[in-house]
C-alpha cells in the first residue's frame, strides 16, 4: 500500500515535470519565433534568397534551348540579332560553351550566377558571362579551358569602348590558344597595360564637333594666310625695286589649290563615322521586351523579370496581388500593371520608364495605373493611363522613400521594394477620385537607334564657326608675321655691318629710305671697301672710287653716320663704295642703275617712262638694272614706281626723283660712275 501509495505519488511528480517541460519548450520557441521577427525587421530584405535561384532556374532552361542567350534588355548596345555571331565564334573555343548576355546587375555575383545557373543545368563547359559592355565573368567546370587568362586578355588588350562583340571575339581567342600559351599572353598584358591602358577605338560628338572646327579654321585660315603673305611679299619686292614678273593668277590659283586639297583630305583623315561599336539594332529587336513585358501583364497585372534577381519572395507578391485586387474593385479604382523590370540606357526606351510604360500600354491595349519598378536601382515610378484619379495629388503627397527609397533600401539587396510598393498602394487607395480620366502627356521619343551613335557630318556642327575664326587667325597671324619681319630686318640692319649680296640689291633695296637707313648702309659699304683696299698703285681705279666717297665726308669715314650729312651725299656714298668694291674683283662697268641707284650694277641702258598716271608722258634714257629692264619692257608704267625718292627731299605726300631733288654730284649718276667722280672732284675743287 506505502510502494503504491509511493509509486502513485512518484506518477503525479512526473506528470507535473513533463506538463512543467512542456511549457518551457513553448516559451523557448515563442521567443525564438520573437526574435527571429526582430531580426527580420531590424535587418534589410536580401533580395528572396541570396542564391538567385529563380533566376538562375530560368538561365539555365533557356541555356538547355540554345547554349547562346541574349538578353532583349540591350538592343542598343547588344541587340537580340547579334546572336548568331556569338553563336559562331563560341564555335572557336574547342569546347562545350554556354554564353548568358544580361544587363549589369549590381546586387549580382556573376561567378555565383554562373555556377548556379551549371548546377541548375548540369552540364559541363565553359559558361560566360556578358553584362552588355564585357565579358564579365568566366568559370569552366569539367573541361580544360583558360577562362581566367582569356578574361584578363579581353580586359586589358582591348580598350572600354571596343564593345562586347570584339572583347567576346579576344576572349575565345584566347581560349582556343590552350592553357600555357593564353597564361603568358595574360601576363605579357598585365606588363604592357598596368599603367596605360589601350587608346580608344571610338570619338564622340564633341570630339567630331572639335574635328569640324578645325577643318573651318584650316579651310579659310590657310588659303586667306597664302593670299596676305603673299600680297606683303610683293609690296615688299615693289618697294625693293626688285619685283619678279610673276603671272597674277599663281597666288590665286596657289590659294584654291590648297582649300581643295584640305576639303578632300579632312574626311579621309577625319574617317570617323560612328561613336560606338553597338550593332544597329532591327525594329524587332526594339520592340522585343516590351512585346514580352506586355504579354506577361495580360496574364498577370505584376510582371517580374525572370532576367533579373527575385525581389518579392511568394509572400510579398501575394500580399501586392492582394491590394490590386481591391483597388481594382473599390470605388473609382481600376487596374493596376506593376513592371518589375530594370530600365537600362541600352534598352529599346532608352532607360526613359515614361516611355517605356507608355509602349508597354499600348501593347496590353488596357487604360490602368502603369507602375515601373527597377529591381536594380530601386526606383519605382507610375503614370496614369485613363483612371480617375488625382495622380497629381498622389504624386505630391507621396514621400521620396517609397518612390526612390531610404539608406535601409539602399543597403538591401531588393531595395525592400515589397514593403515600398505596399506603401505605395496605400497611398493609392487614399488618392482622390476625379470625374474625368487621367492621361499622361506624351513622352519624348526616344533617340533613333540608327543614329545614336553615327557621329554628325565633318562639314556641319562647329565647322561653320571654324570658317570663321580661321579668317579671323589667319589677319592676326599674317599681322604678326609682318611685324615680327619688319623687326628682325630692322635689327639685321642695324646690327650688321657686312653689306648685302649685289645679287640681292635689286630685290632688298627700297624705293623711299629713311635717312637712317642710308646712314648704316653708307657706313657699312664704305667700311667694306677700306678693309679691301689694299694699295692705291695695284687697284688705281677702286682708289678713285675710295677718294670720290672720302671727299664727299671730308675724310672722316664716321662721317657717314653723322645726321648732318645728306641723303643724296649718302646715296653717292653707297654708289661709290659698291662700285669700288666691285673694281677690286676687276669689274670694269661704269653703269649703275639710274632708277633706282640702290639696286647696283645696270647691264644696258633704255629709255624708260619717269612720269606718274595722270602726268604728261615723260621719258629719259637710263642706265638700267635687269628687274628695271624687264619692268620697263614688260609694264612700262610700272617704272615711276621704282625711282629712288629721297628723304626729306619735299614736304608733303610727293617725293620728287633723286635725280630732280638735287643738284650736286648725285644728279651725274646717270651719266655713269666716271661722271659721278669727276663731279665729286669738281665740287670738292680737286683736280
Known amino acids: ?38 531580426f527580420a525587421t531590424a535587418t534589410p530584405a536580401r533580395a528572396a534568397d541570396s542564391t538567385p535561384a529563380p533566376q538562375a532556374a530560368y538561365l539555365a532552361d533557356r541555356l538547355r534551348e540554345n547554349p547562346v542567350y541574349v538578353t532583349d534588355q540591350l538592343p542598343r548596345e547588344f541587340p537580340l540579332s547579334t546572336a ?5 565564334l563560341t564555335k572557336k573555343t574547342g569546347v562545350p560553351t554556354y554564353v548568358l548576355v544580361l ?51 579581353s580586359r586589358y588588350e582591348l580598350p572600354y569602348d571596343a564593345g562586347p562583340l570584339l572583347i567576346f571575339e579576344r576572349f575565345v581567342d584566347v581560349v582556343a590558344l590552350g592553357e600555357e600559351k593564353a597564361a603568358a599572353r595574360a601576363e605579357a ?47 615688299r619686292r615693289r618697294r625693293s625695286g626688285a619685283e619678279r614678273r610673276i603671272p597674277r593668277w599663281v597666288t590665286p590659283g596657289a590659294a584654291v589649290l590648297t582649300a581643295t586639297a584640305i576639303a578632300l583630305t579632312a574626311p579621309a583623315v577625319f574617317d570617323q563615322t560612328r561613336s560606338s561599336a553597338a550593332t544597329p539594332p532591327t525594329p524587332a529587336d526594339l520592340s522585343a521586351r516590351v512585346e514580352r513585358v506586355a504579354a506577361g501583364l495580360k496574364r498577370d497585372p505584376v510582371y517580374t523579370d525572370p532576367e533579373s534577381p527575385r525581389v518579392l519572395d511568394a509572400r510579398r507578391l501575394d500580399r501586392l496581388h492582394e491590394r490590386i485586387r481591391d483597388f481594382r474593385r473599390s470605388e473609382g479604382g481600376g487596374p493596376v500593371y506593376v513592371s518589375l523590370v530594370p530600365q537600362t540606357p541600352e534598352s529599346e526606351s532608352a532607360g526613359d520608364s515614361m516611355l517605356f510604360a507608355a509602349a508597354v500600354h499600348a501593347k496590353v491595349r488596357e487604360d490602368g495605373l502603369y507602375v515601373v519598378a527597377d529591381p536594380d536601382d530601386g526606383t519605382i515610378d507610375f503614370y496614369n493611363h485613363g483612371l480617375r484619379l488625382d495622380t497629381n495629388r498622389l504624386s505630391f503627397n507621396l514621400p521620396e522613400s517609397v518612390t526612390f527609397g531610404d539608406s535601409r533600401a539602399d543597403e538591401a539587396d531588393d531595395h525592400l521594394l515589397g514593403d515600398r510598393l505596399d506603401r505605395f498602394m496605400t497611398f493609392l487607395d487614399e488618392t482622390p477620385r476625379t470625374d474625368r480620366p487621367g492621361s499622361e502627356p506624351a513622352p519624348a521619343a526616344a533617340p533613333r537607334a540608327a543614329d545614336e551613335n553615327t557621329l554628325p557630318p565633318l562639314f556641319a556642327t ?134 633706282n641707284p640702290l ?27 635687269e628687274p628695271c629692264r624687264d619692268t620697263a619692257i614688260a609694264e612700262p608704267g610700272g617704272i615711276p614706281g621704282r625711282l629712288l625718292r629721297l628723304p626729306g627731299a619735299a614736304s608733303g605726300d610727293s617725293r620728287p626723283p633723286y635725280y630732280d631733288a638735287t643738284d650736286g654730284p ?14 665729286v672732284r669738281e665740287t670738292a675743287g680737286v683736280h
Not at 84 to 88: I, S, V
Not at 120 to 139: M, P
Open 462 to 595: 562647329d565647322f561653320w564657326p571654324g570658317l570663321f575664326v580661321g579668317a579671323f587667325l589667319a589677319l592676326l597671324l599674317s599681322g604678326v608675321a609682318t611685324g615680327a619681319t619688319w623687326i628682325v630686318t630692322g635689327l639685321r640692319r642695324r646690327r650688321s655691318p657686312v653689306p648685302e649680296p649685289a645679287g640681292l640689291l635689286p630685290s632688298t633695296s627700297p624705293t623711299e629710305p629713311s635717312a637712317s637707313y642710308l646712314r648704316r648702309t653708307a657706313h657699312a659699304e664704305l667700311s667694306a671697301l677700306t678693309r679691301e683696299f689694299t694699295s692705291p698703285d695695284e687697284h688705281t681705279r677702286a682708289w678713285d672710287h675710295l677718294d670720290a666717297a672720302m671727299l664727299l665726308l671730308d675724310g672722316d669715314l664716321d662721317g657717314a653716320r653723322k645726321s648732318g650729312t645728306g641723303p643724296a651725299t649718302l646715296v653717292a656714298v653707297v654708289v661709290l663704295a659698291r662700285a669700288g668694291r666691285a673694281a677690286l674683283t676687276g669689274d670694269t662697268n661704269d653703269l649703275c642703275c639710274g632708277v
Open 1 to 38: 500500500m506505502r510502494a503504491v501509495t509511493a509509486n502513485g505519488e512518484h506518477a503525479v511528480r512526473i506528470g507535473a515535470s513533463s506538463g512543467l517541460w512542456s511549457r518551457v519548450l513553448l516559451l523557448l520557441l515563442a521567443l525564438c519565433t520573437l526574435t527571429a521577427a526582430v
Open 84 to 88: 548568331p555571331e556569338l553563336a559562331r
Open 666 to 679: 648725285l644728279s651725274a649718276l646717270p651719266g655713269g660712275i666716271a661722271r659721278l667722280i669727276d663731279k
Open 103 to 153: 544587363p549589369s546587375q549590381s546586387s549580382v555575383d556573376g561567378k555565383q550566377l554562373l555556377g548556379t545557373v551549371h548546377d541548375r543545368l548540369g552540364r559541363d563547359g565553359l559558361y560566360v558571362l556578358v553584362d552588355g559592355t564585357e565579358v564579365a565573368a568566366a568559370t569552366a567546370y569539367g573541361v580544360r579551358a583558360p577562362a581566367d587568362a582569356a578574361l584578363t586578355v
Open 189 to 235: 598584358a598585365r606588363e604592357t597595360y598596368r599603367d596605360d591602358e589601350p587608346a580608344d577605338m571610338y570619338i564622340g560628338p564633341s570630339d567630331r564637333r572639335n574635328q569640324s572646327f578645325l577643318t573651318g579654321i584650316l579651310l579659310t585660315g590657310v588659303p586667306l594666310m597664302i593670299l596676305l603673305m603673299a600680297g606683303y611679299a610683293r609690296r
Open 599 to 625: 639696286h647696283g650694277p645696270a647691264v644696258s641702258r633704255h629709255h624708260v617712262r619717269v612720269s606718274a598716271e595722270g602726268e604728261a608722258i615723260s621719258r629719259r634714257l637710263l642706265p638700267v638694272c
